[in-house]
């Protein structure tokens, strides 16, 4: 007498079966990373004490402006990740899912190497 699982025919593995772990890994790693930028965002300040106007200091500036739009360009990655990975195939979730974190981690490494009053 034949299953009900024998009259099924075999069905291939859904390829959006934990659609949402690369995203969650990244958004945690995001999110730990998120408050060691801020952090240090506010020690950049005192890069410019020795300045009279931060147009004096370019170094500086620019290292915390590009710091800042990595930042930003991370958040927009994270919330983007979410909205688009239901529909991605595996790998390009995986890649996706690695930017946040790594434009977060470039954003810390800029926002670290912040020359001092020049």
């Known amino acids: 007498m034949p299953t009900s699982t024998d009259s099924q025919p ?6 959006r079966a934990g659609w949402y772990a690369a995203p969650l890994i990244s958004t945690a790693l ?7 930028v801020l952090f ?13 106007e931060p147009a004096s200091c370019p170094g500086a500036t620019m290292h ?10 991370s958040l927009i990655a994270l919330f983007g990740q979410w909205a688009i990975a239901y529909w991605l195939p595996r790998s390009a979730r995986k890649f996706i ?3 946040p974190p790594t434009l977060a ?3 810390l490494a800029v926002i670290m190497s912040t020359p001092a009053g020049q």
């Open 97 to 99: 899912a690695a930017v």
């Open 105 to 107: 981690l470039f954003a």
């Open 30 to 36: 995001t999110i730990v990373l998120a408050p060691v």
């Open 40 to 52: 240090w965002f506010a020690l950049s300040a005192m890069a410019f004490d020795s300045c009279f």
């Open 10 to 15: 075999h069905q291939p593995p859904d390829s």
């Open 64 to 73: 915390v402006q590009t710091a800042a739009v990595a930042s930003a360009a």
